[in-house]
């Protein structure tokens, strides 16, 4: 009940307040920047954690997981202009949908020879 009404007062502030929407955009704004530092603070703990691992990788592989990190990070950017046209969603999800294939093969390759 405590959450609805918390809601409510947000959505009650957004509309009756003068430039309201503005202070939402901006509360979105914040709120998508720290998920998006905690992402990279949550890669990079990973990373330090499984350097060893990462580096004992032969290169063509360490490049396929790095490639297709770098795909992702490259389509999420990307994903707001690229989901306005048909096309560009197709693209974005086969883009996405490859790199997640390679992260899987990496993963795959890893497990098999650890």
């Known amino acids: 009940m405590r959450n609805i009404a918390i809601v409510l007062a947000l959505g009650a502030v957004v509309y009756f307040v003068p430039g309201g929407g503005d202070a939402a955009a901006l509360i979105g ?48 950017a990307a994903r707001p202009r690229l989901i306005e046209t048909g096309g560009g969603t197709i693209l974005w999800l086969a883009a996405v949908a490859g790199s997640v294939y390679a992260l899987y093969r990496v993963w795959r390759q890893y497990r098999e020879y650890a």
């Open 29 to 76: 704004a914040l709120l998508s920047t720290a998920i998006l530092a905690s992402f990279v603070m949550l890669a990079a703990r990973f990373y330090r954690e499984r350097r060893m691992e990462i580096l004992g990788l032969p290169d063509r592989w360490r490049a396929t997981l790095y490639g297709a990190l770098g795909v992702i990070v490259l389509a999420m």
